[in-house]
């Protein structure tokens, strides 16, 4: 009973927000690099983000200080990656799944030839973890494509970018022949939700935003299965998984009419994950596309890649869970993960509304490995929250102990209930630039970095509570939670 002998306890981050030194050693601008953090915004109010537009952007190029561009100082991870992964290591960690960033390999996106520098980066940083017998679990492309290429074709609602893709992938897969777990897109179902940060596209560029997400998504999992081919050919013996945020989505009431919408959510969430672990678009989401307008090109040889290349495992992110109803006038809505849905009042909600649903992640494994029947990975799970530092150096974070205690626990029950589960790691295991708001107030870590939203700090890492607590769930492989 319990978690299986190997099980790969872990934690993640993503370049973009971890690395900062954004243009060190011939590293381009990226997507990430203009998401600005607008200073006194309700965090609540997810209705007053900064809008993704032409003139924003051109502002944000301009625009030389890291001030209000926290990703492009992340939290220094470039220089301090040594240190970082020795915190790791002392807490046991078995893997480490990060991020690549395209713009340090091509800072344009279509050179013809990648920059040494950036390659021999990740090539110490992997290094640097098998000193320690932690496994790299990499993401290729973790919400950081390089601008040039957004701005050169309205980035994945151009066919070109599968090539320019590959390209990449072929580099990553040459130079780090030694990692064996890999992921392509993060979250990949995002790109309908925000589709600059997942594939820089602008919307005012767009003629149809709609068509141009769905065609976007469509090139990825041509890119995906295309990537997981030549991975496999490259690397043999590695492992490729797609990468899915698990918005799980309960009835307001058991209103007919409620069900249905619940279950018209569930089922456009599972449309990535259907297409690249099936290999084929389900008939329900064809008719949308159909009901909807949306003439996808799609050929012969993409429909062919799909059905040849399938992922190996499936890995996905899990925070919190929503609403649905026919009728959503009447529900109180709240924020997600890139997402905005219907409050459950029997759950509490952490200080940026996202609810927290311990078994909701239980009900996320069974329906997943019911469905697919192939190796899950919990890549992403966490409570963001404000922490203090007191005088001693000390954080107490039980809040995120007991966050983290009550979801180990329901995984716990799904892994005995008969799912496959390769391993966990828990989002922002360092402290990091948030993905959505690029504040650094909004922290995951069981290392606290000094730094705060305006780039103010130290940068020095503490260990939290929770650092402690987490060396012995690993320890006892998830016996002592
Ligand atoms: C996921 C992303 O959406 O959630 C991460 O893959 C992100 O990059 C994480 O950081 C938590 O979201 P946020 O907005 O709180 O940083």
Known sequence: ????????????????????????????????????????????????????????????????????????????????????????????????????????????????????????????????LKKYNIEPLVTLSHYEMPLHLSLKCNGWADRSMI????????????????????????????????????????????????????????????ASALATKMCHEMIPGSQVGCMLTKLTTYPATCKPEDVLAALNKNMMNYLPTDVQVKGYYPRLVLEFFKKNNLNIEMTEQDLEALQKYPVDFISFSYYMSLLAAADESGLEMTSGNTIVGGKNPYLKATDWGWTVDPMGLRISLIELYDRYQKPLFIVENGMGAQDTLNPDGTIHDQYRIDYFKEHIAEMKKAVEA??????????????????????????????????DDEGNGTLDRYRKDSFYWYKDVIASNGEKL
């Open 1 to 128: 009973m319990g978690f299986k002998e190997g099980f790969l306890w872990g934690g993640a981050v993503a370049a973009n927000q971890f690395e900062g030194a954004f243009d060190v050693d011939g590293k381009g601008l990226s997507v990430a690099d203009v998401a600005m953090y607008k200073p006194n915004v309700d965090v609540k109010d997810y209705k007053n983000q900064v809008k993704v537009t032409s003139e924003n952007i051109a502002k944000a190029i301009a625009d030389k200080t890291a001030t209000y561009y926290p990703k492009r100082r992340g939290i220094d991870g470039y220089h301090r990656y040594k240190e970082d992964i020795a915190l790791y290591a002392e807490m046991g960690f078995k893997t480490l799944r990060f991020s690549i960033a395209w713009s340090r390999i091509y800072p344009n996106g279509d050179e013809k030839t990648p920059n040494q520098a950036g390659i021999k980066y990740y090539q110490d940083f992997v290094k640097e």
């Open 163 to 222: 090539d320019e893709f590959l390209k990449f992938c072929k580099t990553c897969f040459e130079s780090l022949p030694d990692v064996k777990y890999w992921l392509t897109f993060n979250e990949i179902d995002s790109v309908t939700r925000h589709p600059f940060t997942s594939a820089g596209i602008i919307p005012d560029r767009s003629q149809n935003l709609e068509q141009d997400e769905y065609q976007a998504l469509h090139y990825q999992f041509v």
């Open 418 to 451: 008969g799912v496959d589960l390769m391993g966990y790691t828990s989002w922002g295991c360092i402290d990091l630039v948030s993905a959505s708001t690029s504040q650094m107030s909004k922290r995951y870590g069981f290392i606290y970095v000094d730094e």
